[in-house]
């Protein structure tokens, strides 16, 4: 019985020790105001909601360890070269949402998760599309990198389909 209560101090020791960590280094790892051109951001055991506003974005980073990032793009305007994000989730959840007149690249890397894209189409864009490359990790975790509105879409799943006679 003390060799169980030991262990379970143990434990509980090693948990408020990872989250106290992860902590410090998720702090370390974010920088960049919503309306900055170069934005990172991190998250242990917590969670993000932003939505960035940059006249001139050119690189944004997400990382999201046991928790979770809900990033919404739209209403930045890019730099004239396009811009590079990078998201990263361990055992998380990354929302990315961009503009629906971008030209999104995404490059997937998976392990024991899944990535999603719902994209515009690349021949639905107009002509000189801005251009967003984003790198996308999941490991243990899920990402969706969309350019709907997740209220909007809801809401028209709800709406009946017409029906026409």
Same mark, same amino acid.
């Given at each position: +019985?003390?060799?169980? *209560?030991?262990? #379970?101090?143990?434990? &509980?020791? &090693?948990?408020?020790?990872?989250?106290?960590? %992860?902590?410090?280094? #998720?702090?370390?790892?974010?920088?960049?105001?919503?309306? #900055?051109?170069?934005?990172? +951001?991190?998250?242990?055991? %917590?969670?993000?909601?932003?939505?960035?506003?940059?006249?001139?974005?050119?690189?944004?980073?997400?990382? &999201?360890?046991?928790?979770?990032?809900?990033?919404?793009?739209?209403?930045?305007?890019?730099?004239? $070269?396009?811009?590079?994000? /990078?998201?990263?989730?361990?055992?998380?959840?990354?929302?990315?949402?961009?503009?629906?007149e971008w030209h999104?690249?995404? $490059?997937?890397?998976?392990?024991? %998760?899944?990535?999603? $894209?719902? *994209?515009?189409?690349?021949? /639905?864009l107009p002509p000189?599309?801005?251009?967003?490359?984003?790198?996308?990790?999941?490991? +243990?975790?899920?990402?969706?990198?969309?350019?709907?509105?997740?209220?909007? /879409?809801? /809401?028209?799943? &709800?709406?009946?389909?017409?029906?026409?006679?």
């Amino acid at each position: +019985m003390r060799v169980l *209560l030991r262990l #379970a101090a143990l434990l &509980a020791l &090693a948990l408020t020790a990872a989250v106290a960590i %992860g902590q410090v280094v #998720a702090r370390r790892r974010t920088w960049g105001d919503d309306d #900055a051109d170069d934005v990172s +951001m991190a998250t242990c055991f %917590g969670g993000i909601d932003r939505s960035l506003t940059g006249d001139h974005l050119r690189h944004v980073s997400a990382t &999201a360890w046991f928790g979770g990032v809900d990033l919404d793009l739209r209403e930045a305007t890019l730099a004239p $070269e396009g811009a590079n994000v /990078e998201i990263k989730a361990v055992m998380g959840g990354i929302k990315l949402t961009v503009s629906p007149e971008w030209h999104v690249e995404v $490059e997937q890397d998976v392990s024991a %998760g899944g990535i999603e $894209e719902r *994209l515009t189409p690349p021949e /639905e864009l107009p002509p000189g599309a801005p251009l967003v490359h984003i790198v996308a990790r999941a490991r +243990m975790g899920g990402i969706l990198v969309t350019t709907h509105d997740a209220s909007t /879409e809801h /809401e028209a799943a &709800a709406e009946p389909a017409s029906v026409s006679a």
